[in-house]
């Protein structure tokens, strides 16, 4: 990272959540989020037949566990590929919680939409030069592999641009120009949230994810230096219009 750099950031996922939760027209595409505990963990399965259990701070999808509740079993997934069976939540819990080396969070888990039978996400860049407005530079799909429990281009997603996706859905015009308007208007809403609440802030990395009801969630927004290099040989023309908006804040790429 360029010692110019001038973007902040906000250091953790629950801390981004409780900015964001403050807002009316936000809150209702949160997930239920919350910090991990014993009594957090089976007040939420209880509620939810499906979880996941995050880093607080963490990229690129390292240390994430999903949790089904199936009848009386509990099933734990993670990306370093554990797959566990448990009788009981104390017996999942006695195995989880010596992993868990620093502060985690529980999220409500989201039935994901997915297009030719795996699910996806999609990464949306907001950015503002000095002293300017605020503008999504472009917005992709992460396409998930076979059996992953994340969608991510380091744990090997596939990226796809939206056009490629809606054709893949099967949407119509007035479908994806509609999800695309949505996209924009909530990401405005978060950037202007989260400046609110944190200044110096220019640049945010919002990843989506529509569920199989059509319901747009708010999986995560990243502030620390939001990861565009993968874009340089997929999608140029959306590369360099990010690493403009990039360039004017101290970023080389």
Do not use: C
């Amino acid at each position: 990272m360029s010692k110019k750099y001038r973007s902040t950031h906000i250091t953790g996922k629950l801390t981004v959540h409780h900015y964001l939760l403050s807002s009316s027209s936000i809150k209702h595409y949160l997930p239920h989020t919350i910090p991990f505990s014993k009594a957090n963990l089976e007040r939420m399965i209880s509620r939810y037949k499906m979880l996941y259990i995050k880093p607080n701070a963490g990229s690129q999808g390292i240390g994430i566990y999903q949790l089904v509740r199936d009848n009386k079993r509990y099933t734990l997934k993670s990306t370093s590929k554990i797959n566990k069976s448990f009788a009981s939540l104390q017996q999942l819990y006695d195995y989880i919680k010596p992993r868990l080396r620093k502060k985690y969070i529980i999220q409500q888990g989201i039935y994901l939409e997915k297009v030719n039978g795996n699910t996806y996400d999609l990464r949306t860049m907001i950015q503002r030069k000095p002293k300017k407005a605020w503008a999504v530079t472009g917005t992709f799909a992460k396409i998930a592999r076979p059996n992953m429990i994340v969608n991510n281009y380091y744990q090997g997603s596939r990226v796809a641009m939206m056009n490629q996706l809606f054709d893949r859905l099967n949407l119509d015009a007035a479908q994806s120009n509609a999800r695309m308007a949505q996209i924009h208007k909530v990401s405005h809403k978060i950037a202007e949230q989260l400046s609110k609440k944190k200044s110096g802030l220019y640049e945010l990395g919002i990843d989506y994810a529509y569920d199989h009801h059509g319901h747009l969630w708010v999986l995560e927004v990243n502030s620390r230096h939001p990861q565009i290099y993968l874009l340089k040989k997929i999608a140029p023309d959306m590369y360099n219009r990010m690493l403009k908006y990039a360039k004017s804040i101290g970023r080389s790429s």
